[in-house]
């Protein structure tokens, strides 16, 4: 299916650490989308990373893709207590718009 | 910074009864969407809208269901005879540049059919 699968489902760390965050995919893709969502919030747009693309910053996020292994990652450094939330992928296939939402992973940041 | 809108942010209503809930996307879009999130579970896909046509829609998107653009910036989502399980959350979702580009979400209408 289109559908991301995020993983881990759960990640806790303190502020200032890391957090890494994986999505597998299983079609071929036009981009893979990664969205933030604060508990019953609407969803944040945080990057977009294009097929022919490897890697992509923004701020304190770094995404990568590997299209062959059909993965992506999310790296939030330095993180901080504002960044707790769930965080989703959205790989897009050619020739349609829906994104397709995993389950996520909830991510805790304690100060 | 535009972003979208959505109104109201609650809706109660009974089991039966239409509601219609409403979107004003960023006003140079050209590309709408519907996703709903039924509480604890994923984000899904109802439809896609473009140049006043659906663009795609999904299986849960039934004849209970239309989207209509009224004006030039509205979008609007109506659910003709609520049931107990189209109690969510709404969102509706822009972009501009294209239709397999950034879509930006607005905040939600949360929906609970009694």
């Known amino acids: 299916s289109q559908q991301g699968e995020e993983d881990p489902q759960a990640l806790s760390i303190q502020e200032g650490e890391n957090a890494t965050m994986n999505c597998s995919y299983k079609?071929?893709?036009?981009?893979l989308q990664w969205y933030r969502q604060n508990s019953g919030r609407g969803l944040v747009h945080l990057i977009l990373?294009?097929?022919?693309?490897r890697e992509k910053h923004s701020g304190r996020l770094r995404v990568t893709l590997d299209t062959s292994k059909k993965s992506s990652s999310l790296l939030i450094t330095a993180s901080r207590a504002a960044d707790t939330a769930s965080y989703f992928c959205a790989p897009l296939r050619y020739n349609t718009d829906k994104l397709i939402f995993g389950t996520g992973t909830r991510l805790q940041v304690f100060p | 910074e535009p972003e979208v809108t959505q109104t109201p942010s609650h809706q109660v209503t009974q089991m039966g009864q239409e509601v219609i809930l409403r979107c004003v996307p960023i006003?140079?879009?050209?590309?709408f969407y519907w996703y709903r999130q039924i509480l604890g579970q994923k984000v899904e896909f109802l439809v896609s809208f473009y140049n006043n046509e659906i663009s795609e829609k999904s299986e849960i998107f039934d004849d209970q269901f239309s989207v209509e653009r009224p004006d030039g910036s509205n979008f609007t989502l109506k659910i003709r005879s609520t049931k107990l399980e189209d109690s969510a959350m709404y969102f509706c979702?822009?972009?501009?540049?294209?239709?397999?580009?950034?879509?930006?979400f607005g905040p939600g209408t949360r929906l609970l059919v009694l």
């Open positions: 079609t071929s893709i036009n981009n």
């Open positions: 990373i294009r097929s022919n693309e």
């Open positions: 979702a822009s972009s501009g540049d294209g239709s397999q580009e950034t879509q930006y």
């Open positions: 006003s140079n879009h050209l590309y």
